[in-house]
């Protein structure tokens, strides 16, 4: 963990109330979630219980909601709280502070691992005021992904003096299918080449093995023969992609590099970015590739089948190649009724 991440982690703790500390240790430990999701949640439980005080009147009414403090938040709150309240807080987010569906559906996850923590694990209450808290329903859009004519384009494009890394970063998107997380937090000691193994540590620290084809072999074998010699510590020394500073390369890097070859080949600023690559990998893999679902899963690093399910959806060419299969498909229209009610007429 970086020292920027580090001091968010410690100011978190210092505005939390002693409860919520105790299930941010939780998740952040026990769970083994990130820093980032650790923030998250304590951001959306901030704006909740700065919702509850602001409607209990436990604040000046004029006090702008941004400063009101929940250190002193207890359990004697928590147990005043019920589900109308929790509804009309959903209610406020939509309407007041103007949260998309899924930004509502985060905050009531975040609310449903709370009151599930202080119900099941803590025992702290009795019954779960949010157990029948339903999320808001997401719209569901098909993930957005190259094809592979514009993959192999992309590939083509990348040049420059720091062509082998940039080559070589999205060789691994492109055919593992890994998170950008996952690809800046590589280390010389994840990849081995005999094996063609390289070992990713995923969401939650959960760690995973890919496999690596001979494009992705090959094109670390490549970079790695110019990698820069990088700075001497840790984590800079260990890591296998290297920036211009001589430092583990960092997500907004690989994202500018990313970008500036998807506008190259005319993919700018169109919704594309490094996690449709990520799409890409996972498409071309099931439709092209016709790997299993359930293998898919396993490459991917997704906790559940219904979070793979997303890219078993069929393309463009399938529907019309299903629409020629149908036996129909080849049925002319004969001669006109019209014309042949005249033949009987004259006959």
Known sequence: MNGNKKSQINQIFDEAPPIIREFLGYIGTIRGMSPKTVTEY??????????????????????????????????????????????????????????????????????????????????????????KLEAPKLKKSLPKYLTLDQSLELLSAVDGKNGERDYCILVLFLNCGIRLSELVGLDMSDVHLKEGTMIITGKGNKERMVYLNDACTDAIKCYLKVRPKPKNTVTDRNAIFISGQHKRISPKTVQFIVKKYLAKIGLGGTG????????????????????????????????????????????????????????????????????????????
């Open 42 to 131: 304590f951001f959306d439980l901030r704006t909740f219980f700065r919702y509850i005080k602001q409607k209990c009147g436990l604040v000046p009414p004029e006090q702008d909601f941004e400063t009101i403090k929940i250190d002193d938040v207890d359990m004697n709150l928590i147990k005043t709280i019920d589900l109308t309240q929790v509804f009309e807080y959903m209610n406020y987010l939509s309407m007041v502070r103007g949260n998309n569906a899924a930004t509502r559906s985060r905050k009531v996850s975040s609310l449903r691992s709370f009151f599930e923590f202080l119900t099941d694990k803590v025992g702290k209450l009795d019954k779960n005021p949010v157990q």
């Open 272 to 347: 594309y970015s490094v996690h449709k690559l990520r799409h890409t990998a996972a498409t071309l893999m099931y439709q092209q590739g016709h790997v299993d679902i359930r293998v898919l899963k396993d490459i991917l690093g997704h906790a559940n089948l219904g979070t793979t399910e997303i890219y078993t959806h069929v393309s463009s060419e399938q529907m019309a190649d299903a629409e020629k299969a149908n036996p129909l498909s080849e049925v002319k229209r004969r001669e006109p009724f019209a014309k042949k009610a005249d033949v009987k007429k004259h006959n």
